[in-house]
């Protein structure tokens, strides 16, 4: 797999009037991974996608795909690209295999054998000859992502396509998008409000907040940066008095009761000794276990409490 990034946005900015919208946006985004767009409400994240595609000018800086540059060399760029802005916008009355025929008429070089690989890349086969408008909202979004890959695209762009899911089409889409990444090499970009998910899906994420980047990185870094001061639950009895000692530890940075136990904030190698302490007064420990951040909790320390959107 070469090293060169399958995208690359420097200095991008987009102003709409007075408004700068998008400022001065510079990441990339490697091949063969599941890239994850995240922001609270009116960050910039769908007009970021806009312009990655080419519906939406770039007031200043550049986007390159495959080292295209989208702007002045837009039929080379956007050939690498499959696009889902929004929903996916089909024929309900035909069939879904017949949508994709009548897409792929649109395209050159797509094969009959091309239009069968696609439905079976997004297991519609037993379904695909019914017509659209019998489909749910998850097989809709499974025929928008077949008819986005029939032409190859290295890059594949979703914009919230896990709106209107249920549960269970969710994580459809997920493993889809992961089969994907190492069936075919393609790399993804998504953009959702739904952070639980987004660390599950991805490999890295951005988060984006009013036009700006806040950071990059894979979703285990996110994680491990919040890993040196952590929350603990600890069982431990008498109660009271364990409050009490715990509150007294100059190691341990917070506590506070609640129902499960005592939950305390301290770094991972405090741990030990703070059990220590707590048994040589006499209290019986049960169990200590490490309330694992999630990345939900990160965007919010983060970006100082927006809300996603």
């Known amino acids: 797999m070469s090293n060169e990034p399958i995208i690359s946005l420097r200095h991008v900015t987009k102003r709409i ?19 994850g767009f995240l922001g609270p409400n009116g960050a910039g994240k769908t007009t970021t996608i806009r312009m990655m595609v080419g519906l939406m000018s770039i007031t200043q800086g550049e986007i390159f795909i495959k080292g295209k540059n989208i702007k002045s060399e837009f039929e080379q760029a956007i050939r690498h690209v499959g696009a889902i802005v929004e929903n996916p916008e089909m024929y309900k009355y035909l069939s879904g295999y017949h949508n994709l025929i009548h897409y792929a008429q649109m395209v050159p070089g797509v094969t009959k054998e091309r239009i069968d690989e696609v439905v079976g890349i997004v297991k519609l086969e ?13 097989m809709r979004q499974r025929l928008g992502v077949a008819q986005a890959l029939l032409h190859r695209p290295s890059l594949l762009i979703l914009d919230e396509p896990t709106n209107g899911l249920d549960p269970a089409g969710i994580r459809e889409l997920r493993d889809y998008l992961r089969l994907l990444t190492r069936t075919e090499g393609i790399t993804v ?27 990059v990185k894979p979703i285990h870094e996110f994680m491990q940066s919040a890993e040196q001061v952590q929350t603990y639950v600890i069982e431990a009895k008498p109660v009271e008095k364990a409050l009490n000692a715990l509150k ?11 129902p499960e136990g005592l939950e305390i904030e301290a770094e991972k190698e405090q741990i030990p000794d703070i059990l220590m302490d707590l048994i040589r007064l006499d209290i019986r420990v049960y ?23």
């Open 17 to 35: 009037g007075r408004s700068t919208v998008i400022d001065n946006l510079t990441f990339d985004v490697p091949q063969g991974e599941i890239f």
């Open 248 to 258: 007294e530890m100059e190691n341990v940075k917070e506590v506070k009761a609640l």
């Open 126 to 138: 037993n379904r695909i000859h019914d017509k659209v408008k019998k489909y749910s909202l998850g």
């Open 287 to 309: 169990s200590v276990q490490a309330q694992r951040q999630s990345l939900e909790d990160r965007f919010l320390e983060m970006t100082g409490g927006g809300q996603i959107g």
């Open 189 to 215: 970009i998504v953009s959702s409000h739904l952070l639980s998910e987004m660390e599950l899906m991805c490999d890295r994420v951005a988060i984006l907040q009013q036009g700006k980047l806040v950071d």
